[in-house]
């Protein structure tokens, strides 16, 4: 579709964002409000905390952001009356009945005005408790087809997943959406009972109440939970596994709108809209490319003809394995990070190991030697400590 059209279609619609202080809907806001307008409508789900309500996170976590600097530029006090009255926080939580929406006039209020919904709340943590996770990408997209159901006027769902809803799967994987108790090892389970999972979920968590465990040990036991039932349906963790139970909440919908479902890879920085480079927190491969600016990291496993799971979030951006270390040796070469003194941290081009075998040589020759030893000394500590 050309790009003109797409600014046309949201042109007078209003539109309902859940998890909107995440990064992807803040870089969705900030597109729509800077490129088109004259849309009529923004809702904004938001979770009130202790801490904050709702319109003070707003401010603090999206307006008031980097990312919006383009136009805050472009319009300047002009903002606050021209296109943020058009942005309506409303405090809710997707893991609730009616998102949380306690309200009942503002609950009509938008089952009337919503011409399209952008479902983008997620927990992405691998190893989230399974009880969260459950309830953001699951039952939350559940809650979400609810209150869908009572738009008069809704043309479009578009819910965010991930790409790795495939798992471990490899090849050509076609594009097409989870049915309903679909498993990916059918082996094991034929049949994935989603009810069964939520009461599993339930009734660990009542469980572990009941005997008054410390909220650090239930938070490692549901932690512990969600990998064991995502490996035993054949997912390898349970964002994975629970983001695919929110596609197969969707499947009824499209008797009443369009579903649009899109699964992107590893998101990192814009790469020209609203400016290059804006990214918030360290995400996904960053952790690696930080561990690396810092001298920690030496090495690198993976095929370098392979092409890396990543995207910009605003466009499409291939990039293979072998390409990474030298653009991230040319950059920190240029733009080294400083150590606790300020001073550069130096670093040399990683090495690449192209295979498991060459990994385990590469730990054996460097690192194997020191572990022995230390394993040595503790074992001879702790005879001496038992002979006194």
């Keep these: 579709m050309e790009e003109s059209k797409i600014l046309q279609y949201f042109e007078g619609k209003t539109i309902f964002i859940t998890g909107a202080t995440g990064f992807l809907a803040k870089i969705f806001l900030e597109k729509i409000l800077r490129v088109q307008p004259n849309i009529k409508k923004l809702y904004l789900l938001i979770r009130e905390t202790a801490k904050k309500s709702t319109e003070q996170r707003l401010q603090e976590e999206v307006v008031n952001?980097?990312?919006?600097?383009?136009?805050?530029?472009?319009?300047?006090?002009?903002?606050?009356?021209?296109?943020?009255?058009?942005?309506?926080?409303?405090?809710?939580?997707?893991?609730?009945?009616?998102?949380?929406?306690?309200?009942?006039?503002?609950?009509?209020?938008?089952?009337?005005e919503?011409?399209?919904?952008?479902?983008?709340?997620?927990?992405?943590?691998?190893?989230?408790?399974?009880?969260?996770a459950m309830g953001i990408n699951a039952i939350g997209a559940m809650h979400v087809q609810n209150f869908a159901r009572n738009c008069s006027k809704l043309e479009t769902l578009l819910?965010?997943?991930t790409a790795f809803v495939h798992g471990t799967k490899i090849g050509l994987i076609p594009e097409k959406p989870y049915h309903m108790g679909e498993t990916l090892d059918a082996s094991k389970i034929p049949y994935l009972d989603i009810n069964k999972e939520?009461?599993?979920?339930?009734?660990?968590?009542?469980?572990?109440?009941?005997?008054?465990?410390?909220?650090?040990?239930?938070?490692?036991t549901m932690k512990d939970l969600g990998i064991e039932r995502a490996k035993l349906h054949g997912w390898p963790n349970t964002y994975v596994f629970t983001k695919a139970i929110g596609e197969?909440?969707?499947?009824?919908?499209?008797?009443?709108?369009?579903?649009?479902?899109?699964?992107?890879?590893i998101i990192t920085s814009t790469y020209r809209e609203p400016f290059p480079g804006w990214i918030e927190g360290v995400r996904t491969l960053d952790s690696i490319f930080a561990a690396y600016g810092k001298g920690k990291l030496k090495f690198f496993v993976g095929?370098?003809?392979?092409?890396?799971?990543m995207i910009g979030s605003s466009r499409q951006n291939p990039v293979k394995y072998d390409e990474v270390k030298w653009l991230m040796h040319r950059y920190l070469a240029e733009n080294p990070l400083l150590d606790s003194q300020g001073k550069p941290i130096k670093v040399g081009l990683p090495t690449n190991l192209n295979s498991m075998a060459s990994f385990h040589n590469y730990i054996a020759i460097h690192y194997l030697p020191f572990l022995q030893h230390m394993h040595q000394c503790k074992t001879k500590n702790q005879s001496c400590q038992a002979s006194s």
């Design 65 to 112: 952001t980097e990312l919006f600097r383009v136009l805050r530029e472009e319009y300047g006090k002009d903002l606050n009356f021209v296109l943020l009255p058009k942005v309506i926080p409303i405090s809710g939580d997707v893991s609730h009945d009616n998102l949380g929406i306690t309200n009942p006039k503002i609950r009509e209020e938008m089952w009337q």
């Design 159 to 161: 819910h965010v997943s």
């Design 303 to 309: 095929d370098p003809e392979s092409k890396l799971d």
């Design 198 to 220: 939520k009461h599993i979920m339930e009734e660990t968590l009542k469980r572990l109440k009941t005997q008054k465990a410390m909220e650090k040990e239930i938070t490692q």
């Design 114 to 132: 919503i011409d399209i919904i952008v479902n983008s709340a997620a927990t992405t943590k691998f190893d989230e408790r399974y009880d969260i």
């Design 248 to 265: 197969m909440m969707l499947e009824n919908f499209k008797d009443k709108a369009k579903v649009i479902i899109i699964r992107p890879t």
